[in-house]
């Protein structure tokens, strides 16, 4: 047997939903009785998330690989099971994030290498064995999704630093953001029918487009301070009552302010689209199935609540002193 068929004979082992079934009895998944088997580097590391999550969803929908088929595999989530499988964007986004983090805080913060090394294989390893213990997901799609985000990762995080300043700077970075991001979410949505894939596409690219131009705007009016560069790397500060105080306050009020600008915008955004777009408004989830209203309604609805992370919270922070 030639080194190809061997290659390809794995794939396969990999993908079979009985090797999924088998580690989900290891875990003690069985069939239910009841029922058959059926801050700055915050911003850049936004945009490597941003990055990775789009091209994940737009793989998927151009592989169109199904699901492991039930049964033998238990589905313990069924709400995202619409969506294709092929690679595994929670292993994509469980690889990225800590990778990212590591990358973007050591050598601006001080804290021993080892922090990083622990973090990056538990989180990564968490979050690809948890899509194989909930049916979602194959062996194959967790590895293949995996490899995809180091993939991406090397050959885009040399450009965070160039892509995240010139969203800060330059003059007409918000319009180039918000259509660059509108013209990737219409692509998205031509790949395939609908799916909920369609929905988080267009969430992450409005949350991106959000965070990117409320980054913008907080550079604009002097709210974000990059620390020069004699003072790094920054000392964590030690944990008093006044700072776990300080920290509890800005958490609350952060949520409560962000929650309240996406209910506005939730309530505005998919009767307007209905009513532009001449489509029945009485079932919202059946309307929300239109690229017409989805698209809008996610983008607009997502891309002011990164605005608001990232410029309105701040600004608020600021003017009552907790900042």
């Not at 913008?216 to 620390?227: C, D, F, I, Q, V």
């Not at 609350?252 to 955004?269: Q, S, Y």
Request: glycine residues 6%; proline residues 7%; charged residues 15%.
């Amino acid at each position: 047997m030639s080194l190809g068929q061997r290659l390809a004979l794995l794939a396969s082992r990999l993908q079979e939903p009985q090797r999924v079934a088998s580690f989900q009895r290891l875990c003690g998944v069985e069939v239910p009785l009841s029922s058959p088997a059926a801050d700055e580097d915050a911003e850049t590391e936004v945009i490597i998330w941003v990055l990775v999550m789009y091209l994940g969803q737009c793989t998927k929908d151009i592989i169109r690989w199904p699901r492991p088929a039930s049964p033998p595999v238990i589905k313990l989530e069924v709400f995202y099971n619409s969506e294709y499988s092929m690679p595994s964007t929670h292993a994509m986004s469980g690889t990225a994030i800590p990778i990212a983090m590591f990358l973007l805080t050591y050598g601006r913060w001080q804290y021993p290498l080892i922090y990083g090394l622990i973090l990056i294989p538990c989180w990564s390893s968490l979050v690809c064995l948890s899509r194989i213990y909930m049916g979602m997901h194959s062996i194959l799609d967790v590895i293949a999704g995996f490899l995809y985000t180091i993939l991406i990762l090397i050959i885009f995080y040399p450009l965070v630093d160039l892509i995240d300043n010139f969203n800060q700077t330059y003059k007409y970075a918000p319009l180039i953001i918000i259509g660059l991001h509108l013209i990737l979410g219409i692509f998205s949505f031509t790949l395939d029918t609908w799916s909920t894939s369609r929905g988080d596409t267009a969430e992450i690219l409005g949350s991106g487009a959000g965070i990117a131009c409320g980054s913008h705007a907080a550079y604009t009016l002097g709210l974000s301070l990059e620390p020069s560069l004699h003072m790094l790397p920054l000392a964590i500060p030690p944990l008093t009552v006044t700072l776990f105080g300080k920290a509890i306050l800005r958490i609350v009020l952060g949520m409560l302010l962000v929650l309240f600008v996406r209910d506005i915008m939730k309530k505005i955004t998919i009767p307007l689209a209905c009513k532009l777009s001449s489509i029945p408004c009485h079932d919202i989830r059946q309307a929300r199935q239109h690229m017409e209203v989805e698209l809008p309604y996610r983008y607009i609805t997502y891309g002011m609540v990164g605005f608001s992370i990232t410029f309105l919270v701040p600004y608020v922070f600021s003017f009552i002193g907790i900042s």
